[in-house]
């Protein structure tokens, strides 16, 4: 993961958060991506996000596998702690970094290759699971580093920059998630910063696993023409089938009121999201109606995006556990070892 | 060989039948009676109808080991009759369920064979079908009391114990006791020549199985985070852990739980998550066999590279690939000494024993943190799985957790810059932070190439620095790790090495080989890498004999590659079939060397 720093430059016209933070606190090195690389506006919209949601740096963490995507918490928030694991492999870190410390934020960053081939395992487990974390896939259906295989979320008759088609069904992480019973689910375009800061925003405030699927193109090898990934294909067939927008607790409701009809969803920490469906009869709480619509749409070549479910009453990895609220790592010694009195007591068992 | 508290038998039955309640009566009855005992459960990999036996050793001089011959064996399993016949030392005894004749061919010159209708008695006795299969069992514990002289107060205790509660269990249990009990009485000459006598020799003792102290050994250490995926022979570690969790751990006005158990969907997981708690700053253990140890060595890689602690309980079994998950063996020496892909080298505990599996245990926590590296307690399936007679646990109240150097933000405060692997003090241990600490303490991991400062490098003196550093590290903890137990005797020309569970055979070993003139030093292993106390040891005797349970002289190799000791210095006695060693392996071994006899 190259990374260069960037100068420390501060306008003294520049807005600060409620922290007193400008949105430069919140980038992080220099991105080595291609120029015009989807994931650098993905990276953009989380440094929004975090800004907007007034995130302390400190108590985030980033976490990531392989992959042109992974290499991208680098590139936001240098002032949280950073765990750059092996490839596929980050939701178990994280599963277990969440189990020792529920009071951080966990911002995980994946691609396909690193989320629907090699990682496929540990993403649906730790959706099971139900991992307090947010869980952006960077999905650009094409493997980068290693210069332009498919992946698997490449659609069929989709082609290789060489004119290759693609013959093996995708896997679609949306309805992959919404199988496998996960409580928040959105798909986002790279494109589409509008969209996808707010929904960033809801997945960080939901409490549980958040996957967030951002359709990102690739620029070197997967933006060419018969490519269903690439800026053009996206723009053309997007249907944004619920809006969502972030209302968090602390501030005063700024979106507009619409005639239209919204549901709201109260979110653990207080804040809500406002869900505005644009698709007649989309009801995004119910996960089956979820389903439905997003397989109707790609029988109809459409990529449904927006918050397509969220379901704030499902239990995370430590209501299941029963895990006492104080983070593990801060439950002192004393409490953690039952002493010499007990062991001599347990001993008589062993007799 | 045999006589009063001195001896051994074993019971030859179908796995999933109920023996081993019975098995563990028998055991314990004997315990309370003062007499040191030992148990070996050879089970199969199969939940139901497969052969399994249960080996029982009593020994007034304390010896542990696996016994070399065998005084009295149960047979009531007839699809194994022929081996278990064999299986009877010659003037031994042989116990079989007469409900049925005994195929002639299977009657030996030179064994007394004892026949008990087991099985009809408790036809006769019990209505229930699943009386008749259980209660069989322990008429045959009752039969064994009268022709051990196993003190039927103490069986009678111990039911009421079980029982007390449900009293037509109780009153069942009693009868097929009396069954067995009586029928031998008035049949046999009881006791046998070879039986027990009340002695005074486990006052401070108990019994326990490597596993459940391993366990315990983790809830003594503060350990919060455990995550596994089932294997055998490691799983009831992580049950014992729940169950003490459960016990000690749940707080009482809540009823919150002090802990997380995470069951992962395969040990690759497992891994990742105890690297995950690592790194977070939770006490964080996995335990697995061999193949959860394969699958783990990617992750296992990363934490060694990235300086990130975590526990990894290794309960060894048998073989490459499934081999045979349910026999014991020391073969994954060196997949641990040097798990990963890249420059890799790791710390080991090697506990002989369940008590030294609890004190290992604590001890392992320690090590990974102050060292900031993965941690493996290579245990295995007789030590994980077989009840011990050890001295009970101890703990100390003054201990506290030692957790390494970690830099939280008052620290972080008093110092200019933090760069996370630089190494302040030459030790090769560098302060560490832990995620959510505030100001300059945020850094990154990363297993791709990192400078001394955390920050990504393809610089050829950036890297080395860094794996330089590591190595410092491993070179320092070889002269804290466990020193090596050393037994002496005097004059003592040849040396035995050895490691873990082979401990017991070996010191018995040197017993019967003192006997017959032949005095040895004893060195047991309980650490890699090896400190200087290892090295001084080889090459010290005129013959030196590295014991261990694997084909290839694993141990022997280590010895080899990280001291220079030469290789042909050192003879290997090698013991693979997956059985707990007997001191008859080594006795015989080192014996036909001195004399002369090619191995």
Same mark, same amino acid.
């Given at each position: 993961?190259?990374?260069?720093?960037?100068?420390?430059?501060?306008?003294?016209?520049?807005?600060?958060?409620?922290?007193?933070?400008?949105?430069?606190?919140?980038?992080?090195?220099?991105?080595?991506?291609?120029?015009?690389?989807?994931?650098?506006?993905?990276?953009?919209?989380?440094?929004?996000?975090?800004?907007?949601?007034?995130?302390?740096?400190?108590?985030?963490?980033?976490?990531?596998?392989?992959?042109?995507?992974?290499?991208?918490?680098?590139?936001?928030?240098?002032?949280?702690?950073?765990?750059?694991?092996?490839?596929?492999?980050?939701?178990?870190?994280?599963?277990?970094?969440?189990?020792?410390?529920?009071?951080?934020?966990?911002?995980?960053?994946?691609?396909?290759?690193?989320?629907?081939?090699?990682?496929?395992?540990?993403?649906?487990?730790?959706?099971?699971?139900?991992?307090?974390?947010?869980?952006?896939?960077?999905?650009?259906?094409?493997?980068?580093?290693?210069?332009?295989?498919?992946?698997?979320?490449?659609?069929?008759?989709?082609?290789?920059?060489?004119?290759?088609?693609?013959?093996?069904?995708?896997?679609?992480?949306?309805?992959?998630?919404?199988?496998?019973?996960?409580?928040?689910?959105?798909?986002?375009?790279?494109?589409?910063?509008?969209?996808?800061?707010?929904?960033?925003?809801?997945?960080?405030?939901?409490?549980?696993?958040?996957?967030?699927?951002?359709?990102?193109?690739?620029?070197?090898?997967?933006?060419?023409?018969?490519?269903?990934?690439?800026?053009?294909?996206?723009?053309?067939?997007?249907?944004?089938?619920?809006?969502?927008?972030?209302?968090?607790?602390?501030?005063?409701?700024?979106?507009?009121?619409?005639?239209?009809?919204?549901?709201?969803?109260?979110?653990?920490?207080?804040?809500?999201?406002?869900?505005?469906?644009?698709?007649?009869?989309?009801?995004?709480?119910?996960?089956?109606?979820?389903?439905?619509?997003?397989?109707?749409?790609?029988?109809?070549?459409?990529?449904?995006?927006?918050?397509?479910?969220?379901?704030?009453?499902?239990?995370?990895?430590?209501?299941?556990?029963?895990?006492?609220?104080?983070?593990?790592?801060?439950?002192?010694?004393?409490?953690?070892?039952?002493?010499?009195?007990?062991?001599?007591?347990?001993?008589?068992?062993?007799? | 060989?045999?006589?009063?508290?001195?001896?051994?038998?074993?019971?030859?039955?179908?796995?999933?039948?109920?023996?081993?309640?019975?098995?563990?009566?028998?055991?314990?009855?004997?315990?309370?009676?003062?007499?040191?005992?030992?148990?070996?459960?050879?089970?199969?990999?199969?939940?139901?109808?497969?052969?399994?036996?249960?080996?029982?050793?009593?020994?007034?001089?304390?010896?542990?080991?696996?016994?070399?011959?065998?005084?009295?064996?149960?047979?009531?399993?007839?699809?194994?009759?022929?081996?278990?016949?064999?299986?009877?030392?010659? +003037?031994?005894?042989?116990?079989?369920?007469?409900?049925?004749?005994?195929?002639?061919?299977?009657?030996?010159?030179?064994?007394?064979?004892?026949?008990?209708?087991?099985?009809?008695?408790?036809?006769?006795?019990?209505?229930?079908?699943?009386?008749?299969?259980?209660?069989?069992?322990?008429?045959?514990?009752?039969?064994?009391?009268?022709?051990?002289?196993?003190?039927?107060?103490?069986?009678?205790?111990?039911?009421?114990?079980?029982?007390?509660?449900?009293?037509?269990?109780?009153?069942?249990?009693?009868?097929?006791?009396?069954?067995?009990?009586?029928?031998?009485?008035?049949?046999?000459?009881?006791?046998?020549?070879?039986?027990?006598?009340?002695?005074?020799?486990?006052?401070?003792?108990?019994?326990?199985?490597?596993?459940?102290?391993?366990?315990?050994?983790?809830?003594?250490?503060?350990?919060?985070?455990?995550?596994?995926?089932?294997?055998?022979?490691?799983?009831?570690?992580?049950?014992?852990?729940?169950?003490?969790?459960?016990?000690?751990?749940?707080?009482?006005?809540?009823?919150?739980?002090?802990?997380?158990?995470?069951?992962?969907?395969?040990?690759?997981?497992?891994?990742?998550?105890?690297?995950?708690?690592?790194?977070?700053?939770?006490?964080?253990?996995?335990?697995?066999?061999?193949?959860?140890?394969?699958?783990?060595?990617?992750?296992?890689?990363?934490?060694?590279?990235?300086?990130?602690?975590?526990?990894?309980?290794?309960?060894?079994?048998?073989?490459?690939?499934?081999?045979?998950?349910?026999?014991?063996?020391?073969?994954?020496?060196?997949?641990?000494?040097?798990?990963?892909?890249?420059?890799?080298?790791?710390?080991?505990?090697?506990?002989?024993?369940?008590?030294?599996?609890?004190?290992?245990?604590?001890?392992?926590?320690?090590?990974?943190?102050?060292?900031?590296?993965?941690?493996?307690?290579?245990?295995?399936?007789?030590?994980?799985?077989?009840?011990?007679?050890?001295?009970?646990?101890?703990?100390?109240?003054?201990?506290?957790?030692?957790?390494?150097?970690?830099?939280?933000?008052?620290?972080?405060?008093?110092?200019?810059?933090?760069?996370?692997?630089?190494?302040?003090?030459?030790?090769?241990?560098?302060?560490?932070?832990?995620?959510?600490?505030?100001?300059?303490?945020?850094?990154?991991?990363?297993?791709?190439?990192?400078?001394?400062?955390?920050?990504?490098?393809?610089?050829?003196?950036?890297?080395?620095?860094?794996?330089?550093?590591?190595?410092?590290?491993?070179?320092?903890?070889?002269?804290?790790?466990?020193?090596?137990?050393?037994?002496?005797?005097?004059?003592?020309?040849?040396?035995?090495?050895?490691?873990?569970?082979?401990?017991?055979?070996?010191?018995?070993?040197?017993?019967?080989?003192?006997?017959?003139?032949?005095?040895?030093?004893?060195?047991?292993?309980?650490?890699?890498?090896?400190?200087?106390?290892?090295?001084?040891?080889?090459?010290?005797?005129?013959?030196?004999?590295?014991?261990?349970?694997?084909?290839?002289?694993?141990?022997?190799?280590?010895?080899?590659?990280?001291?220079?000791?030469?290789?042909?210095?050192?003879?290997?006695?090698?013991?693979? +079939?997956?059985?707990?060693?007997?001191?008859?392996?080594?006795?015989?071994?080192?014996?036909?060397?001195?004399?002369?006899?090619?191995?």
């Amino acid at each position: 993961m190259t990374s260069i720093a960037k100068p420390p430059v501060r306008h003294p016209s520049s807005r600060t958060n409620g922290l007193g933070l400008t949105l430069r606190d919140y980038e992080g090195a220099m991105s080595t991506l291609c120029a015009g690389c989807g994931h650098d506006s993905v990276t953009a919209a989380l440094v929004q996000a975090a800004w907007e949601l007034d995130l302390e740096p400190h108590r985030a963490a980033k976490m990531s596998g392989i992959g042109c995507s992974s290499k991208t918490t680098a590139y936001f928030m240098k002032q949280s702690h950073g765990f750059n694991a092996v490839h596929g492999r980050m939701p178990s870190v994280t599963s277990g970094a969440a189990a020792a410390n529920r009071d951080l934020t966990y911002i995980g960053i994946s691609g396909d290759g690193d989320s629907l081939s090699i990682g496929l395992g540990q993403m649906s487990h730790a959706i099971r699971r139900n991992v307090n974390m947010l869980y952006v896939l960077e999905n650009n259906g094409v493997y980068g580093l290693t210069k332009g295989q498919f992946s698997a979320s490449a659609d069929i008759g989709s082609t290789s920059k060489k004119g290759e088609a693609n013959e093996q069904a995708p896997i679609d992480p949306v309805l992959l998630a919404l199988t496998l019973g996960a409580t928040f689910v959105a798909r986002s375009f790279s494109g589409d910063k509008k969209q996808l800061v707010p929904i960033l925003k809801a997945g960080i405030a939901h409490k549980g696993f958040a996957l967030v699927d951002v359709i990102s193109p690739c620029v070197s090898f997967n933006d060419h023409e018969g490519s269903t990934k690439s800026y053009a294909y996206t723009r053309e067939h997007e249907v944004e089938v619920v809006h969502a927008d972030f209302v968090p607790l602390r501030r005063e409701i700024t979106v507009p009121e619409t005639n239209e009809d919204v549901s709201v969803v109260q979110l653990h920490d207080g804040g809500s999201v406002r869900l505005r469906a644009t698709a007649p009869d989309y009801d995004p709480t119910d996960r089956d109606s979820a389903y439905a619509h997003v397989r109707a749409c790609q029988a109809r070549h459409e990529i449904a995006t927006g918050l397509l479910f969220v379901d704030e009453t499902g239990r995370d990895m430590h209501d299941m556990m029963r895990t006492v609220p104080t983070p593990l790592i801060d439950v002192p010694f004393e409490r953690l070892c039952p002493g010499s009195a007990a062991l001599d007591k347990l001993m008589d068992r062993f007799r | 060989m045999s006589g009063i508290n001195d001896f051994s038998f074993k019971m030859g039955t179908v796995n999933g039948t109920g023996s081993a309640s019975a098995n563990a009566l028998l055991m314990q009855a004997i315990f309370r009676m003062g007499i040191p005992v030992t148990g070996k459960n050879i089970f199969p990999s199969n939940i139901q109808g497969l052969p399994t036996w249960y080996e029982v050793r009593v020994s007034k001089d304390g010896y542990t080991a696996r016994p070399s011959e065998v005084d009295l064996v149960v047979a009531l399993n007839p699809s194994t009759y022929a081996r278990d016949v064999a299986a009877v030392r010659p +003037g031994g005894y042989l116990l079989y369920d007469s409900s049925w004749p005994l195929d002639p061919d299977l009657v030996r010159e030179g064994i007394t064979v004892l026949g008990i209708p087991f099985g009809k008695m408790c036809v006769e006795a019990f209505e229930k079908d699943r009386d008749r299969t259980l209660l069989r069992n322990i008429a045959y514990a009752g039969a064994l009391a009268a022709l051990l002289d196993i003190d039927m107060d103490v069986v009678g205790q111990m039911l009421t114990e079980k029982f007390g509660k449900k009293q037509r269990l109780l009153e069942a249990n009693h009868t097929a006791i009396r069954l067995g009990y009586d029928y031998a009485k008035a049949n046999f000459a009881c006791p046998l020549p070879f039986h027990l006598e009340k002695m005074d020799a486990t006052g401070d003792a108990i019994l326990i199985d490597g596993n459940t102290a391993c366990a315990l050994g983790a809830v003594y250490a503060g350990a919060t985070v455990g995550a596994w995926y089932p294997i055998t022979p490691a799983t009831a570690l992580m049950e014992a852990f729940k169950g003490f969790c459960e016990r000690f751990r749940v707080d009482k006005e809540t009823g919150l739980h002090n802990y997380a158990i995470l069951q992962a969907e395969d040990e690759l997981a497992a891994a990742g998550i105890v690297i995950g708690a690592g790194w977070a700053g939770a006490r964080s253990f996995t335990n697995t066999s061999g193949p959860g140890i394969s699958l783990m060595q990617e992750f296992i890689g990363l934490a060694y590279y990235t300086d990130i602690p975590a526990v990894f309980f290794d309960v060894q079994r048998c073989g490459p690939a499934t081999g045979m998950p349910t026999r014991t063996q020391q073969a994954d020496l060196i997949s641990l000494a040097y798990a990963s892909h890249g420059d890799t080298k790791h710390l080991i505990l090697f506990p002989a024993n369940p008590r030294e599996c609890f004190e290992m245990a604590v001890e392992s926590f320690d090590i990974a943190e102050r060292f900031q590296t993965p941690v493996f307690v290579a245990s295995d399936l007789d030590i994980g799985m077989n009840d011990w007679m050890v001295k009970r646990l101890e703990w100390d109240d003054s201990y506290r957790p030692d957790r390494g150097k970690v830099l939280d933000a008052e620290a972080l405060a008093k110092v200019q810059k933090f760069s996370r692997y630089v190494d302040v003090d030459g030790d090769g241990i560098a302060a560490r932070t832990l995620p959510g600490v505030g100001g300059k303490g945020a850094y990154f991991v990363r297993g791709s190439g990192h400078d001394k400062h955390a920050a990504y490098t393809e610089d050829s003196d950036a890297y080395q620095e860094v794996v330089d550093r590591l190595k410092r590290k491993f070179e320092h903890a070889a002269t804290v790790m466990p020193k090596p137990e050393i037994h002496r005797r005097a004059g003592a020309e040849v040396g035995l090495v050895t490691i873990g569970g082979c401990d017991a055979a070996v010191r018995e070993a040197a017993d019967k080989l003192e006997a017959q003139g032949i005095a040895t030093d004893v060195m047991r292993i309980r650490a890699f890498p090896f400190g200087a106390e290892v090295r001084d040891f080889l090459g010290a005797h005129e013959h030196t004999f590295v014991i261990e349970q694997n084909r290839d002289a694993q141990l022997r190799s280590l010895l080899a590659i990280e001291l220079g000791i030469p290789r042909d210095d050192m003879v290997p006695i090698l013991d693979y +079939g997956g059985m707990p060693l007997t001191a008859k392996v080594v006795v015989d071994a080192v014996a036909a060397h001195l004399a002369g006899v090619p191995a």
